[in-house]
């Protein structure tokens, strides 16, 4: 007799039951069972190496774009996440202001009172010698485990890193978001098959703050009573990957606002906790960083009660994160011309959502004057341009800032005086393959080369300058008291506050 063990997904009562438990095989001799039991564990090993490994090169050689790296990683092919007739994409979607900005570095790294920090512009721009550092790490740990990602995953690892703090935890969250990338957009949502909750306007983009990010508005009374929570988190997703793909600009602007109006919302409107949970879900499945605030305003009573009790429980970084605000304070980060005259604008309310009412500027706080502009320079954007890319260090400072655009874009921006012509690619790169023999005055200045001696001292870069040894896995550095305190807080303000428990938890 032999014992056998239950195989998950593959078992039958002539094997074994079906809830892990062996049962008693006396028909077969002893030596069958056990040979028939040797191949059950090479099957069962196989299909948890499998599982454990579903985005390693070997698993998904169709997948995979060329052997040339894109942000230090092995590509895979990126899935078409959207489709939007042209006619539906507003024609100041991307407007020319983004092309000349320069955020303040307070906007591209976040720094809070507690000591912490958080980046919210990660491509094309600068990184600190730890981020690099830890970046250089990651890219050797998911070579070692023959991990392969799309672009747009590859290129928010920063921000993976960022998160967590840990390589070997960044990765497994890289996998998992990718899982779900890969299976939720296994086909792309269509505007035609969100057009009619989208025309209720309950989600939808109205303008930008003075730092030229989207603000999304969710106004929680317009929302349908019994809306499924999966269709409300579809929406969201799709707000969000046109804002992924027809309004961010890598290095200036990056990350969105959401306004959170509860103005006349009922017992019967508020969102069911699958709303919420759904919401949460596709939230965490984001980029870190992507969401730069949340205002809450127009709270009833009993809301507005709660919100003393759930700052006063709040760190420094969530205060800063979720702001409950009354709508005249909305003027001190928006111009009047970006809100509705019920979030404290000059605009009337708006009566068509899709496309999204977008208008032209000014962006600068508490400023009305209406500017002509020109429409449509979204289309001078292709998905890769919009996608951005990692800090290079085998790349000058001015050839890791250029965004990649064709030369009839950069002819059309340089007529409007939208941008700078060294900030615009026009085919020839100022690379550095990592080779120091190769600087020159004209190609890297001190600094540059200061930075690269103090990365090659350190074993930080890879390339061309270092190669040998085995990488370095494990912990870049320990969870923080903080981040565990943030954690406990979360759950506490979850607790407290049904309204605010998905923008407390992003605000983590």
């Known amino acids: 007799m032999s014992l056998m063990r239950c195989i998950p997904g593959k078992c039958t009562w002539t094997d074994a039951c079906c809830s892990g438990f062996s049962k008693v095989i006396g028909a077969a001799p002893l030596k069958d069972a056990l040979l028939k039991e040797d191949k059950k564990e090479k099957w069962d090993s196989q299909r948890d190496e499998k599982l454990d490994s579903s985005f390693c090169l070997e698993n998904r050689p169709v997948n995979i774009v060329n052997d040339s790296e894109v942000n230090g990683f092995r590509p895979l092919s ?35 009172e507690n000591g912490e920090s958080e980046r919210m512009i990660s491509c094309n721009t600068e990184l600190s010698k730890d981020e690099l550092s830890m970046l250089q790490k990651l890219q050797e740990e998911a070579a070692l485990q023959k991990r392969a990602f799309v672009p747009s995953l590859s290129v928010a690892a920063v921000r993976y890193l960022g998160d967590t703090g840990d ?3 960044a990765l497994q969250r890289m996998n998992e978001t990718q899982a779900w990338r890969l299976s939720y957009f296994s086909s792309p949502i269509s505007d035609s098959s969100v057009l009619d909750d989208l025309s209720k306007g309950f989600i939808y983009f109205c303008g930008r703050d003075a730092a030229l990010r989207p603000a999304l508005v969710m106004r929680a009374s317009r929302v349908p009573f019994g809306i499924p929570a999966e269709q409300f988190g579809r ?5 969000m990957e046109y804002f992924l793909r ?9 990350n969105i606002v959401v306004i959170v109006d509860l103005k006349d919302i009922s017992y019967s409107q508020m969102p069911t906790v699958s709303a919420l949970m759904e919401l949460k879900e596709v939230l965490t499945k984001q980029d870190a960083g992507r969401v730069f605030c949340f205002y809450v305003c127009n709270m009833p009573f009993i809301v507005r009660a709660l919100t003393s009790v759930v700052q006063a429980a709040m760190t420094e970084k969530q205060r800063q994160k979720m702001r409950f605000v009354d709508v005249s304070e909305l003027v001190q980060d928006f111009a009047l011309n970006q809100l509705e005259e019920d979030l404290g604008g000059t605009r009337r309310l708006e009566t068509t959502f899709f496309p999204f009412p977008l208008p032209p500027g000014p962006f600068a706080a508490g400023s009305s004057e209406v500017m002509e502009a020109v429409p449509n320079l979204h289309q001078l954007i292709t998905a890769e341009t919009a996608r951005g890319r990692l800090r290079d260090v085998r790349r ?41 023999r190769n600087w020159t005055k004209d190609k890297m200045d001190k600094e540059e080369q200061s930075n690269w001696m103090d990365l090659l001292k350190d074993g930080t870069v890879g390339g061309a300058c270092r190669r040998e040894g085995s990488p370095q896995r494990g912990q870049i550095k320990p969870t923080s008291q ?6 406990q807080v979360n759950s506490q303000c979850m ?11 992003v605000a983590r």
Do not use: W
Request: charged letters at 25%.
């Open 396 to 436: 000058s400072n001015r050839a890791n800032r250029r965004l990649e655009l064709s030369e009839a874009a950069r002819a059309e921006l340089k007529g409007l005086r939208a941008l700078e012509v060294d900030e615009v690619e026009s085919g020839e790169e100022d690379r550095h393959r990592g080779n120091p």
């Open 167 to 169: 390589v070997q935890e």
């Open 482 to 487: 903080s981040s565990l305190e943030n954690q």
């Open 235 to 239: 929406l969201f997703v799709f707000c």
């Open 495 to 505: 607790f407290l506050c049904p309204f605010c428990r998905v923008g407390i938890h």
């Open 78 to 112: 990126e899935p078409i996440t959207i489709e939007v007739n042209e006619c539906n994409l507003a024609p100041f979607s991307l407007p020319q202001e983004c092309f000349s900005y320069v955020p303040e570095p307070g906007m591209v790294v976040c720094s809070f």
């Open 246 to 254: 027809y309004m961010v600009l890598p290095g200036r602007v990056e």
